[in-house]
Structures are given as C-alpha cells and as structure tokens.
C-alpha cells in the first residue's frame, strides 16, 4: 500500500456525524490529504454498517458501494438499505490512486437518522395554563419527574419549544447552542433538535426541564413588519420526547403530556425585538433537579401544534462564539456608564454586581454614541413601535456576586449604557457575548494594505453578526431575512464560512412562503409581509442564485433538484409581470451614495429587467444539468428573447451607452452578460468614464456595488477597481473605515444601520479579483481551480486561502521589484488553470525550471499578458517577470 493518499473530514450532508438526518438518501463527502503533485482519486469503496464492530471487520450490513471507478469524493448519495427513524449508521471509506493503489480506510464516521414520519412523535404540545398570547408572560418552566430503573445503553431527546427553549436533565444544560430552534414559518415548518443525552441520566429518579421564551414565534411587539398579526402567533409551547434504551434491548419512551408540572420563574419579561428583564428574587432554585418540591406547581394543558410539520434542523447551530473585555467604561452622567466593546458585535452582555435585593441595573444597548459620550439609538430604533429597544433589565437577589445574561433575546451594539448599578462599575463588570451562527472558517484574505484587512474585518464582523438560523439585515434594527442582501452577499459568504446547511434551511424557508402564483417576499421567512413592497427581481432572485452559487462553489446539484420547481414558478410569476420582456418592479440599486435608499442614478427596468434575463438563463442551465431538456430549451429561448428586450429598450450597441450611463447601469449591462463581445470595450471605455468623473469613487447603491468591482477587474481594469476599494473619502467601504467602522454599514453615509452586510461582495471580490481564487463554471465546485491573481496599485502582498470540498486552496503572492513570485496548493483530486502576469513568458518559472519542463504542468498558451497553464494538484512556486 504505496498511496501517498489518506481519506478525511468525512461529512454527511455537510455535518460532521450528524443527529436527526431526515433525507432517506444522505450525500457522502470526504477529502483527500496528500501533498504530492498530481494525485487524485480513481476508484472508492463506501461501507455503512449498523454496527462500528461490523466496520472493523469490513462488513458494510447497511451499504457496500462494491469499487466504484469515478474521482467522485463529494455528495456520493448513499444507495442502501432503506433507513429507518433513529437508525444509527456507521461508515468509513478507502479510495484508489491513478496507479490503482488503494489507500487505508478512513476514520469511522456515523450519521444518526431523526423521527422520519410524524407517527413517530408520541407525545402532545402543551403549555403553562391561564397565559394569553396577546400580552407577554413571565416565561414558563417545565418539568418532568421521570424513574429509571435500569442501566442506560443510549438515550436522545428530539425537542421543539415555540419560540425558543432551553433544556436539562438533572440541572444540567444539555447542548452548547442557543435561540434554538431556528426561525420558520411555523405554520408551516417546525424544526426541532436532537440530542444525545445518554451520560445526563442516572438511575433512579431524574428530572427534565425545560424553560420557554417568546421567540419570533410569540413576537408579540409591534413594527412595520407586523409580526405580532402572523397567523401561526400563540402563547410558548413545547414538544419533547426523549428516547431511551437500556442495556437489556428494552426501551422507554419520556413524552409531554398533562403530567408536566408548570410554573413560572425569574425570566419576567423576553422579547425578541426589546430585551429580556429578570428578577433574581425569583430564582426557584434547584427546580429542574432532584428533590425539589413542586406541590404548588400547576399542570401542563394540552393546547394545539403550531401547524407546520415537525423536521429536524440539519444546520450549523447559533452559539456564543466569544467573549469581548470592554475597551473602556466612561461615566458620561451621574449614575450612566457607557461600556465600549470596540467591536461592533451581535449577541448580549453578561454583567457581574453585587448589592442589595431589588436593586434593578439597566444595560441598553446602541452602535452609535452622542457628543456626550452617552448611546445614540436614533439609528435603529424606528421601526419598533411598542416596548423598549434593545433593553435588559436585572433585579439583584442580594447574595454575593450575582453573574447574569439573557436567554430569550439578542441584540447589535457596541456601546453598553448601564444604569442602575449599585457601586462604580469597572471593565470587569462587563462582557461582550458574541453569539451568531456558529459557522467555521472556510477562507482568509489578507494582503500588505492594511485598509483592505479592515475592510474583510469589517464584511466578516457584519456578516456573522447578521446570521441567526437565517441570514438578517443587521441584528438590531430589523433583524428580518431580507433577499436582497442574502443573494448579493452569498459569494463572500461561501468563500470565507461555510453556510451550506444554513443556506440548504434557509432554501426551505422560501419554499414555505411562495405563493402559488410564483411571487416571492422580500423578507423570508415572513408571516405575511412583504409581498408587495421590499421585493422584486434583485431580491427575489436569492431563489435562483444561492442554489446556484452552492451548486457553482460546492459542486451541489442536490439544491438544484430541490429547488427547480420553485425556481421555475418564480421565473414563470416574473414573466406574469413583464411588458414586452421588461421588467419594471422592485427596489432598484438601494442605497446609492445621495438621494436617499431609492435615489439611485440607474432606472429599476434596468436592473429588474437584467436578473429576469441572467436568472432565466440561470433556470436554463439548471434544467439542462438536471436533464430536463425541453425545460432547458424553453427557458433559453425565453432567456435571448429577454436580452434582445433589454438590448433594444436600454442599449445603444453604436455607442455602448446603457440608460443614464450611470455606473451601475454600464456595469449591469456588462456584469449580467447583455453586451456582446464585440461591443464590452466600448461599454467599457464609458464606465471607465463615469469612474474617472466621481473622481475614482464609486457611484452605486448595492446592485451596482457587486457589478463593478468584477465587472472592471473582469475586462483588464482591475488597477481601477483597486483604486475604488482603497479610497476613503466618501463614498466608499475605506470612509466607513475612516470613520471607525469595525462592521459595514447600511448606507455610504452611515445615517443608518451600521451593521449591514448587503455592500459585502467586496470580500468575494478580494479573494477572487486580487488574490485570484475563482471557481470554474465548467468543473463546479472547485474541482478546477482558476488562479487569476491582479498585481495592482501598490499592493505588495497577497495571502489567501479557502477550504473546498476537496481540501484547502491556497494562493499567495508578492512582487518584488519587476519581479513577481505566486505560491499555489490545489488539493488532490482538483486541477488547476493558473494565469500568471508577464511581459516576458520566457520568464515564467516554477522551482527555478522553466515550467516546460516541470511535471504536473501543461503550458496552454499567452493571452492578455498572463501565461495560462494546466496544473495537476499540489503545490507550486512560480515567479515571473512583470
């Protein structure tokens, strides 16, 4: 067994051996790990197994692929023996090198099927008696006595409480997650969660708790969005069955039913949209353990399901990701200390006191201060209209040191006010909780520009924060799923995290709010808002580009079949709105630097018109991958139909001028394929033109923000674009720098929110047009790699790397002098097509040899000053001369 090759990261679904899988065929992944130089994958064997003991003898009971001669390492769908609810599979895999050697298996993984059929739920919804839903209650707790007599083998609790829910066993929290479960339509879908809680029981009596809070499922708050009318809105409820087997085979069933004990606790008030208030005097302490008398407590009342279907939430959970020490507390007034995290963040804070019962200390929250050093809320406070904003409230028990933070809501700020406190608070008395979508770090850019790194610190920051089970507009003002944002927004997010399974929910969301017309929301999940203002093509169009980016980044064709119908309708409902093939509707390049959000120098038809041509062409390829061909064929049609519309109406291909030649529309005309070859010079030369007038500033609200920093890279202006992305005068991501922004802001002026992620595609545009890391439409997924660095401006360095399916991509450069140097690794089982910048292609040399002469290298040709070459995978060191 010669292979250089081992097997790792095995995935199901994208999740490391996950709980709760429901899709009755799990996709397979895994990575190849080898440094040397053209190694890939022939052949695998897959084994599943319903015992690990069956694995280590080689025995796949479940599955045994048999050899399967294919490269094919990522989303392998299993094909066999059906799967049963909360079957436990076992699996590891071994492949073939090209010289048919095979590696050693891998690692044991496992996935763990959830309850696949509603029959499999045995117990009731139930809920504290004598509460409304109109106004908001003190929230509930929940418990449960439960006797087991027998040795625990196993045990899993498969958990839903409306709106979000914490629970224990024997007084121990079980999961690290929190703001559980994620958000849905809940009328439609209700996730629930998976836990394996075998070592939390003990024999003998146990106990389960459970406390409820109010969620985006009881908001009961009133704003613009009218939440608190959504037609699934009812008082916390909860759903809970743990499962347990013992060591004889036997097995118990723990349900909720009328014998859950009711009360209430210290949580007096939790609302998602104002804050949480808690009263530490009324602490039942030891309530969710052994021993606690609950005499006084009430029963459980039956009360009807929230309507939608109970599924298992398949998604990187929401955790506290971090702990912030505060950079500074002033006291700005007698008795208001404002606390500065010097990160503008999404989560909470956790405050340490001590001092008499019933003292009550204020903390709001704000990302803004006044002259006077105090919060300013003036930004984000507007469309809360009941309530206060961003508030948490705790009343002291008196006893000792008392440490608290909230549960049940979550909050955008980086400035803390803190009234109320018994003493002088010190740094220590306060920390910043970080919590978001606890996704991992796929990708880094960094380069010799310190105002570049900012500006990733800053699209990062902005886009964790604005990810809570959904992907939100900002985390304070709103925190709705806006469309818009989500779609332009989604190539950055899949090069620096990994949000497949967030995006994969996030698709089924859409799927629970589409209309039977076809029509689309601007925010999702909605309960009934926005249908017919804040959507539109740009923000719709997250139907058809997040399944695509997935299937263009991840190689996922799964989300493609998934989604085609829905897709389809909304193409079709699009096609119900157009005037000879011209789309008017919807909110056009929002946020352009003056005139106000709808502003915008580009008329709406032309950025409207644009996605209903690129996303018809979209659903075209889409049916051609999925073999539908008569779809494939239709929608192409309809696809050059829509581009000669947009051609003849908007387009004057003798001059290359598009309506109002603003930079947006030049760059939509260019960016979304409706300019032909021959003519993207002439295009070219006036944006160019339009650039060089707001004196290398950009002119464009979010549309047009993504448009143009491709688009000009994209045609050899890359220097120009450079040249937008470092100013810091306004308007531009560096003024936002320049005025102490540590997340991006909402608007160029940064008069609103100053936590948005929608003008984020800067970052995709710093891995894929400075550093050079594309995908390649042809071989999706990475499986080739396109290098295309841009040595531009007075950029000196350049280090970038993402994790593929296949394994990390790296792309580093530098330039000294005339001279410039690249270092790539592509993992094994991808290839490579590298263009490197040179006047000289007698120059380009790898390792010192010319690169004629290297192995794993195939020289394709010179083109556009860059020499193009075919690379095997492994890693490289070339250096050229400019």
Same mark, same amino acid.
């Given at each position: 067994?010669?292979?250089?090759?081992?097997?790792?990261?095995?995935? +199901?679904?994208?999740?490391?051996?996950?709980?709760?899988?429901?899709?009755?065929?799990?996709?397979?992944?895994?990575?190849?790990?080898?440094?040397?130089?053209?190694?890939?994958?022939?052949?695998?064997?897959?084994?599943?197994?319903?015992?690990?003991?069956?694995?280590?003898?080689?025995?796949?009971?479940?599955?045994?692929?048999?050899?399967?001669?294919?490269?094919?390492?990522?989303?392998?769908?299993?094909?066999?023996?059906?799967?049963?609810?909360?079957?436990?599979?076992?699996?590891?895999?071994?492949?073939?090198?090209?010289?048919?050697?095979?590696?050693?298996?891998?690692?044991?993984?496992?996935?763990?099927?959830?309850?696949?059929?509603?029959?499999?739920?045995?117990?009731?919804?139930?809920?504290?008696?004598?509460?409304?839903?109109?106004?908001?209650?003190?929230?509930?707790?929940?418990?449960?006595?439960?006797?087991?007599?027998?040795?625990?083998?196993?045990?899993?609790?498969?958990? +839903?409480?409306?709106?979000?829910?914490?629970?224990?066993?024997?007084?121990?929290?079980?999961?690290?997650?929190?703001?559980?479960?994620?958000?849905?339509?809940?009328?439609?879908?209700?996730?629930?969660?998976?836990?394996?809680?075998?070592?939390?029981?003990?024999?003998?009596?146990?106990?389960?708790?459970?406390?409820?809070?109010?969620?985006?499922?009881?908001?009961?708050?009133?704003?613009?969005?009218?939440?608190?009318?959504?037609?699934?809105?009812?008082?916390?409820?909860?759903?809970?069955?743990?499962?347990?087997?013992?060591?004889?085979?036997?097995?118990?069933?723990?349900?909720?039913?009328?014998?859950?004990?009711?009360?209430?606790?210290?949580?007096?008030?939790?609302?998602?949209?104002?804050?949480?208030?808690?009263?530490?005097?009324?602490?039942?302490?030891? $309530?969710?353990?052994?021993?606690?008398?609950?005499?006084?407590?009430?029963?459980?009342?039956?009360?009807?399901?929230?309507?939608?279907?109970?599924?298992?939430?398949?998604?990187?959970?929401?955790?506290?990701?971090?702990?912030?020490?505060?950079?500074?507390?002033?006291?700005?007034?007698?008795?208001?200390?404002?606390?500065?995290?010097?990160?503008?963040?999404?989560?909470?804070?956790?405050?340490?006191?001590?001092?008499?019962?019933?003292?009550?200390?204020?903390?709001?929250?704000?990302?803004?201060?006044?002259?006077?050093?105090?919060?300013?809320?003036?930004?984000?406070?507007?469309?809360?209209?009941?309530?206060?904003?961003?508030?948490?409230?705790?009343?002291?028990?008196?006893?000792?040191?008392?440490?608290w933070e909230p549960r049940f809501t979550y909050h955008g700020f980086q400035y803390v006010q803190v009234t109320g406190f018994p003493g002088r608070p010190t740094?220590?008395?306060?920390?910043?909780?970080?919590?978001?979508?606890?996704?991992?770090?796929?990708?880094?850019?960094? +380069?010799?520009?310190?105002?570049?790194?900012?500006?990733?610190?800053?699209?990062?920051?902005?886009?964790?924060?604005?990810?809570?089970?959904?992907?939100?507009?900002?985390?304070?003002?709103?925190?709705?799923?806006?469309?818009?944002?989500?779609?332009?927004?989604?190539?950055?997010?899949?090069?620096?995290?990994?949000?497949?399974?967030?995006?994969?929910?996030?698709?089924?969301?859409?799927?629970?709010?589409?209309?039977?017309?076809?029509?689309?929301?601007?925010?999702?999940?909605?309960?009934? $808002?926005?249908?017919?203002?804040?959507?539109?093509?740009?923000?719709?169009?997250?139907?058809?580009?997040?399944?695509?980016?997935?299937?263009?980044?991840?190689?996922?064709?799964?989300?493609?079949?998934?989604?085609?119908?829905?897709?389809?309708?909304?193409?079709?409902?699009?096609?119900?709105?157009?005037?000879?093939?011209?789309?008017?509707?919807?909110?056009?390049?929002? +946020?352009?630097?003056?005139?106000?959000?709808?502003?915008?120098?580009?008329?709406?038809?032309?950025?409207?018109?644009?996605?209903?041509?690129?996303?018809? @062409?979209?659903?075209?390829?889409?049916?051609?991958?999925?073999?539908?061909?008569?779809?494939?064929?239709?929608?192409?049609?309809?696809?050059?139909?829509?581009?000669?519309?947009?051609?003849?109406?908007?387009?004057?291909?003798?001059?290359?001028?598009?309506?109002?030649?603003?930079?947006?529309?030049?760059?939509?005309?260019?960016?979304?394929?409706?300019?032909?070859?021959?003519?993207?010079?002439?295009?070219?030369?006036?944006?160019?033109?339009?650039?060089?007038?707001?004196?290398?500033?950009?002119?464009?609200?979010?549309?047009?923000?993504?448009?143009?920093?491709?688009?000009?890279?994209?045609?050899?202006?890359?220097?120009?674009?450079?040249?937008?992305?470092?100013?810091?005068?306004?308007?531009?991501?560096?003024?936002?720098?320049?005025?102490?922004?540590?997340?991006?802001?909402?608007?160029?002026?940064?008069?609103?929110?100053?936590?948005? @992620?929608?003008?984020?595609?800067?970052?995709?545009?710093?891995?894929?047009?400075?550093?050079?890391?594309?995908?390649?439409?042809?071989?999706?997924?990475?499986?080739?790699?396109?290098?295309?660095?841009?040595?531009?401006?007075?950029?000196?360095?350049?280090?970038?790397?993402?994790?593929?399916?296949?394994?990390?991509?790296?792309?580093?450069?530098?330039?000294?002098?005339?001279?410039?140097?690249?270092?790539?690794?592509?993992?094994?089982?991808?290839?490579?097509?590298?263009?490197?910048?040179?006047?000289?292609?007698?120059?380009?040399?790898?390792?010192?040899?010319?690169?004629?002469?290297?192995?794993?290298?195939?020289?394709?040709?010179?083109?556009?000053?860059?020499?193009?070459?075919?690379?095997?995978?492994?890693?490289?060191?070339?250096?050229?001369?400019?």
């Amino acid at each position: 067994m010669d292979t250089k090759l081992t097997v790792g990261k095995l995935r +199901c679904n994208y999740l490391y051996n996950p709980l709760g899988v429901e899709t009755p065929n799990p996709r397979l992944s895994w990575a190849l790990l080898s440094q040397e130089r053209g190694q890939r994958q022939t052949a695998y064997r897959v084994l599943v197994a319903s015992e690990k003991e069956l694995l280590n003898k080689d025995i796949g009971d479940m599955w045994d692929s048999g050899i399967v001669e294919t490269d094919q390492s990522i989303h392998v769908v299993y094909k066999g023996r059906e799967l049963k609810s909360r079957q436990r599979c076992y699996w590891k895999v071994k492949v073939w090198d090209m010289d048919g050697k095979p590696s050693a298996w891998s690692e044991i993984a496992y996935w763990e099927m959830g309850l696949l059929n509603q029959s499999d739920w045995y117990g009731q919804w139930i809920a504290a008696p004598h509460t409304g839903n109109m106004e908001p209650s003190p929230a509930p707790l929940f418990r449960r006595v439960v006797s087991l007599e027998k040795k625990v083998a196993s045990a899993r609790a498969y958990v +839903c409480g409306l709106g979000y829910y914490e629970l224990y066993i024997n007084g121990r929290k079980i999961g690290d997650d929190v703001l559980k479960p994620a958000f849905t339509r809940y009328d439609e879908t209700v996730l629930y969660n998976t836990y394996d809680v075998t070592d939390a029981f003990r024999p003998g009596e146990n106990v389960i708790g459970v406390i409820l809070g109010n969620g985006w499922y009881n908001c009961f708050t009133k704003e613009v969005w009218n939440f608190e009318q959504a037609p699934w809105r009812d008082k916390p409820k909860l759903m809970l069955q743990v499962i347990v087997q013992y060591d004889d085979g036997s097995e118990s069933v723990i349900t909720t039913d009328r014998q859950w004990r009711v009360s209430t606790g210290p949580i007096v008030f939790d609302g998602l949209r104002n804050g949480e208030f808690y009263d530490a005097r009324l602490e039942k302490q030891g $309530w969710n353990d052994v021993g606690y008398d609950d005499s006084e407590w009430e029963n459980a009342v039956i009360v009807p399901g929230p309507g939608g279907v109970l599924k298992s939430q398949q998604m990187t959970p929401i955790r506290i990701t971090d702990t912030i020490v505060p950079k500074s507390v002033k006291e700005v007034k007698p008795g208001v200390f404002v606390y500065d995290l010097g990160q503008n963040i999404s989560g909470w804070a956790q405050i340490k006191v001590s001092g008499p019962a019933g003292t009550t200390v204020t903390m709001k929250y704000a990302e803004k201060l006044k002259d006077d050093g105090d919060i300013d809320t003036s930004n984000i406070d507007v469309f809360v209209k009941s309530g206060e904003f961003q508030t948490d409230k705790y009343t002291l028990k008196g006893e000792g040191i008392e440490v608290w933070e909230p549960r049940f809501t979550y909050h955008g700020f980086q400035y803390v006010q803190v009234t109320g406190f018994p003493g002088r608070p010190t740094l220590d008395n306060l920390r910043g909780r970080v919590v978001h979508t606890d996704f991992e770090a796929q990708g880094e850019f960094k +380069c010799s520009n310190e105002l570049l790194n900012s500006i990733q610190h800053a699209a990062r920051w902005a886009t964790l924060s604005n990810y809570m089970g959904i992907p939100t507009d900002c985390p304070h003002r709103e925190k709705n799923g806006w469309t818009g944002d989500a779609q332009l927004s989604a190539e950055q997010v899949l090069m620096n995290f990994d949000p497949m399974t967030a995006y994969t929910k996030w698709m089924s969301d859409f799927q629970d709010v589409q209309r039977k017309t076809g029509q689309l929301p601007g925010i999702v999940p909605t309960g009934g $808002w926005g249908y017919n203002w804040g959507s539109g093509p740009a923000w719709d169009s997250a139907i058809i580009f997040i399944p695509w980016y997935m299937y263009l980044y991840c190689g996922d064709e799964a989300i493609l079949e998934k989604m085609y119908d829905n897709m389809k309708k909304y193409v079709d409902f699009m096609t119900t709105m157009a005037t000879d093939d011209i789309l008017e509707f919807g909110l056009g390049d929002w +946020c352009p630097p003056t005139g106000g959000p709808e502003g915008h120098k580009c008329p709406v038809a032309v950025t409207s018109t644009a996605y209903y041509y690129v996303d018809t @062409h979209i659903l075209s390829k889409v049916a051609s991958i999925l073999g539908k061909k008569e779809d494939a064929e239709r929608y192409a049609q309809l696809a050059r139909r829509i581009r000669d519309a947009f051609r003849k109406k908007f387009f004057d291909p003798d001059t290359g001028q598009v309506l109002s030649n603003s930079q947006t529309s030049l760059s939509c005309a260019l960016y979304q394929g409706l300019v032909n070859e021959d003519e993207k010079q002439k295009v070219l030369a006036l944006l160019v033109e339009q650039v060089e007038k707001a004196n290398r500033h950009i002119d464009c609200g979010i549309l047009g923000a993504k448009y143009i920093m491709h688009t000009l890279t994209e045609l050899g202006r890359a220097d120009l674009a450079y040249d937008i992305a470092t100013q810091t005068t306004f308007p531009g991501w560096g003024y936002w720098i320049a005025q102490g922004a540590t997340t991006l802001w909402e608007t160029w002026s940064g008069d609103a929110s100053r936590n948005h @992620h929608m003008f984020s595609d800067i970052s995709a545009w710093f891995y894929k047009g400075l550093a050079g890391i594309n995908p390649d439409p042809e071989v999706p997924g990475f499986k080739n790699i396109i290098f295309k660095p841009n040595p531009v401006g007075d950029l000196q360095w350049v280090k970038a790397w993402h994790e593929s399916m296949y394994g990390k991509i790296t792309c580093n450069w530098a330039v000294e002098g005339n001279n410039f140097n690249m270092h790539v690794i592509i993992p094994p089982n991808s290839t490579g097509t590298v263009y490197i910048p040179t006047s000289d292609p007698e120059s380009v040399m790898e390792n010192g040899e010319p690169v004629s002469k290297q192995v794993g290298i195939q020289v394709k040709g010179y083109q556009d000053g860059r020499v193009v070459l075919l690379l095997q995978s492994g890693e490289y060191h070339f250096s050229s001369r400019l």
